[in-house]
């Protein structure tokens, strides 16, 4: 597996557990570090597309 595909398939794994804690906040079983983790997530997720891009172009 290629670098490229790993950072790929890291950005779905990322969205996923996303999804899910969208899904506990929206049916109010939330936690109190649920919103900060999506955050981070994102961020994560901005880094990963970041290292993609790098990746790809040079």
């Given amino acids: 597996m290629e670098v ?4 790929k398939d890291e950005l ?3 969205n996923r557990i996303n999804d899910l804690l969208e ?3 929206n049916q109010g079983s939330i ?3 649920e919103s900060e983790q ?3 997530n ?3 997720m901005c880094e990963i597309a970041n290292m993609i891009y790098i990746y790809i172009c040079y």
Avoid: G, H
């Fill in 4 to 7: 490229k595909d790993y950072l």
């Fill in 12 to 14: 779905k794994r990322l």
């Fill in 23 to 25: 899904k506990q906040i």
């Fill in 31 to 33: 936690k109190d570090n």
């Fill in 38 to 40: 999506i955050v981070c």
């Fill in 42 to 44: 994102v961020k994560a």
